[in-house]
């Protein structure tokens, strides 16, 4: 029954989470029998409180280890190595789906096929059982800020406390996003940061809405790109969630994570730049970041101009940089030598059509001093507080 029950909701799930639940079978029949006695007593229970509590009390003592053997069979299902499997989500995972069943099912019917596919199977469990308990587990304990990896774009997670997180852009992709944020258990947003509305950093912003309670949304008090700043504005509205466009030097305090605004200051003006893109990334919201062990500037996509002039006005220093515009070559040594940063964090797509980063962007840095990481190459990279100072973690190699 359990398998089969299983088997009506795959696709829904697969629908709605773009995930595949291995241990639910086992789980299931684990936590079944407990099932009944926490339901029955617990409305017993209830039914019996207000004419007889102390029976009520009684009552209320198995059907509580009852729901204590469904919780800790959960907890236990949760820590299961590959106890889910991220699969594309929507009608294309759905038809992955459809595909993987029918070749599963004449390779499990004829003897030799599934004999071979049980071997891989279980040279493949071992694999996950002995080898990845080895390998350091991601997140990292205590970790401050993780540089999701999104491809092309920035994704980027500050930490707010238990199960809450600060966003600082999306990413071009909601199911990357949203699988990011799952693997740091972020469950609620109280800060929502969009720098400027070009898609790599916008367009996943339906991944961050999903299932998950933002409080609001900052984004760039110079109003550039129209079109699309309006369709984030339909998108905040539809869901109730106030968008402000604070000035610079407004600050919040969330968990360990101090985030105070540096730019763009309207004061000063809209920033030149070459053409209509970079007028864009040149409004890109500048957030500082400060925690007790240390700093990091998120500069956003901006370019020359911004930098120059933020230079000029504040000549703000970091710990971590995350290098602005992906590494793009347009940038100001004197800005990039002033933040004094020892770590230069790179959100960028692998072979990507811009050449971004840039080599000279790559040498200035390794010049300057900083340690370069690359989304591209080593994944999420994740910032942390280890001996009092700051680290740098990557989830990949």
Not at 50 to 69: E, M, N, R, S, T
Not at 231 to 255: D, H, M, N
Not at 345 to 369: C, E, F, K, M
Request: hydrophobic share 50%; charged share 15%.
């Amino acid at each position: 029954m359990s398998a089969a029950a299983q088997v009506a909701v795959t696709p829904v799930l697969v629908l709605m989470s773009g995930q595949l639940t291995l241990v639910a079978i086992p789980a299931n029949l684990l936590a079944g029998p407990a099932v009944a006695p926490a339901t029955i007593l617990g409305f017993v229970a209830a039914l019996v409180a207000p004419f007889w509590p102390q029976a009520a009390q009684w009552l209320v003592i198995p059907a509580g280890y009852a729901v204590g053997w469904i919780i800790m069979v959960a907890q236990w299902a949760v820590g299961v190595p590959l106890a889910t499997l991220p699969w594309p989500g929507g009608l294309p995972g759905l038809g992955l789906l459809l595909i993987a069943v029918a070749v599963a099912i004449p390779v499990l019917r004829h003897r030799a096929w599934r004999t071979v596919a049980l071997t891989m199977a279980g040279v493949a469990l071992v694999v996950v059982l002995v080898v990845r308990p080895v390998a350091k587990p991601w997140p990292p304990p205590n970790w401050l800020m993780v540089v999701c990896d999104v491809g092309q774009g920035d994704g980027i997670v500050l930490a707010a406390g238990p199960g809450r997180g600060i966003v600082v852009d999306t990413g071009p992709d909601p199911v990357v996003m949203d699988r990011c944020l799952r693997r740091l258990d972020v469950r609620d947003v109280p800060l929502l940061l969009l720098t400027h509305p070009h898609a790599d950093h916008v367009d996943g912003l339906p991944g961050v809405l999903k299932n998950r309670h933002v409080g609001a949304v900052i984004v760039s008090p110079q109003r550039v790109a129209p079109q699309e700043s309006s369709r984030i504005a339909t998108i905040l509205a539809r869901y109730r969630i106030p968008e402000w466009t604070p000035p610079s030097g407004s600050r919040w305090q969330l968990g360990p994570s101090e985030v105070t605004i540096l730019a763009p200051d309207p004061s000063q003006g809209k920033a030149g730049g070459q053409g209509e893109g970079s007028l864009i990334n040149n409004a890109s919201v500048v957030a500082h970041v400060r925690w007790r062990a240390g700093s990091a500037l998120l500069s956003g996509d901006i370019e020359t101009e911004a930098q120059d002039e933020l230079l000029r006005r504040l000549a703000p220093r970091a710990d971590v940089l995350k290098v602005p515009h992906h590494g793009s070559r347009r940038l100001d040594p004197a800005f990039f030598a002033s933040v004094g940063a020892r770590a230069a964090l790179i959100s960028v797509g692998a072979d990507n059509d811009y050449g971004h980063p840039a080599p000279s962007t790559i040498a200035l840095l390794q010049r300057l001093g900083a340690r370069v990481y690359r989304t591209d190459q080593s994944g999420d990279l994740a910032v942390i507080e280890q001996d009092g100072r700051l680290a740098v973690v990557a989830r990949g190699p």
